[in-house]
């Protein structure tokens, strides 16, 4: 942690690390699993289901139920939770694939802060909040737009019962030109805070702003949750007048890095051609491909369908999808859906899939190296997109991105 800032470590002591009989030029980095459970841990049973229906219901209950006990952040919740009871502002940095984003809204509202307010989780994207809506839904047995609800810009599935809410940090402030104290909140959670946009920076603003003056009313108070993979601790601690600041650590599964001996001046012709390699080298799972943008995305699909064609037909099972900001939601969702049998998903993102969303399947990732952003100029109070490199916190977020549910390999070029 930055010095002047407390950081708390909040980790479970079942430590077993992983190594690699890869060749000696490839990097491997040992990752941890901090909550490994036995399937012995999964709820108790109250009786055998009657019938096929209930047989179903009740064995995705149990999968699921073991999926969030063997998160990092399960052994730690309690302690969470009475920090988040005790102080006005935490700071929660996780690694990917600590459960933060989907388990702590559900921590909060199982210990009672709902009672007075809805939590509300905003997210830099649509799509994420979208399918980790869908997802926390699952996980609670209900309906989406019941108690677990989102809202984005054009599509809102929330209801007067809803109180657990996902929403773009566009929409929340929205909302905040209607409700500059957020009445509507007890809890606001800030996820994926070092995404640094102008909508993330206005926000940590308007949401200090309904603190203090909430305070100041002596009404209902408001909670305020930062959360991050990484991020600037001792900046953004101070601003909330030394929030203390907790680490969840713990990547599950081991991932590789390589990289590529010269990089190339053509990224992605260097990605395609690393995609087939792959391919037609590597075992099962799917691959995920960083670009910049959607003109170069749509580029590269068309080139890996091209090509697929040009395969043996036994190698021809290459499934090439597009994933970017533009994109319709019903074409969104189809790189979630289960990979057909006997095929390999190629995914080609802009960096929408870098935080908060998890691609089930995904186990090697291609990163170009570059990421088109906005930049804000203010000399003339507009943003551009420039294509820029990434920081070394956007590559260890899409390497991450290899080991959210099996051990993974990630190809930098």
Known sequence: ????????????????????????????????????????????????????????????????????KALPIFPVRKELVRVIRQRDCVILIGETACGKTTQLPQYLHATGFTKRGAVGITQPRRVAAITVADRVAMEMGVELGDLVGYSVRFDDTTSGATRIKYLTDGMLL?????????????????????ERTVNTDILFGVVKSAQKERQRMETNPLKIVVMSATM?????????????????????????????????????????????QIHRNQGPGDILVFCTGQEEIESAVR???????????????VLALPLYSALPSSLQLKVFQPTPKGWRKVIFSTNIAETSITIPGIKYVVDTGVVKQRTYQPGTGLEVL??????????????????RECSGVCYRL
């Open 232 to 276: 600037d601790v001792d900046h953004f601690s101070r601003y909330f007048d030394n929030a203390p600041v907790y680490t969840l650590e713990g990547r599950q599964h081991p991932i590789e890095i390589m990289y590529a001996v010269k990089s190339q001046e053509d990224y992605i012709f260097s990605a395609l051609v690393t995609v087939f």
């Open 386 to 403: 420039k294509v820029k490199k990434i920081s070394r916190a956007q590559a260890w977020q899409r390497a991450g991105r290899a080991g």
């Open 174 to 194: 929205r909302e905040a030109l209607l409700d500059p104290l957020l009445r509507r909140y007890s809890v606001v959670v800030l996820d994926e805070a070092h």
């Open 303 to 317: 080139a890996a369908r091209e090509t697929r064609l040009q395969l043996d037909p036994e190698e021809q099972n």
């Open 1 to 68: 942690a930055s010095p002047g800032v407390k950081n708390h470590s909040l980790v479970n002591d079942n430590t077993a690390e992983t190594g690699s009989n890869r060749e000696p030029a490839t990097t491997t980095f040992h990752c941890t699993n901090k909550a490994a459970v036995s399937a012995n841990s999964a709820l108790n049973n109250s009786g055998e289901p009657e019938d096929d229906e209930d047989a179903e219901r009740h064995r995705i209950k149990m999968h699921l139920h073991k999926q969030r």
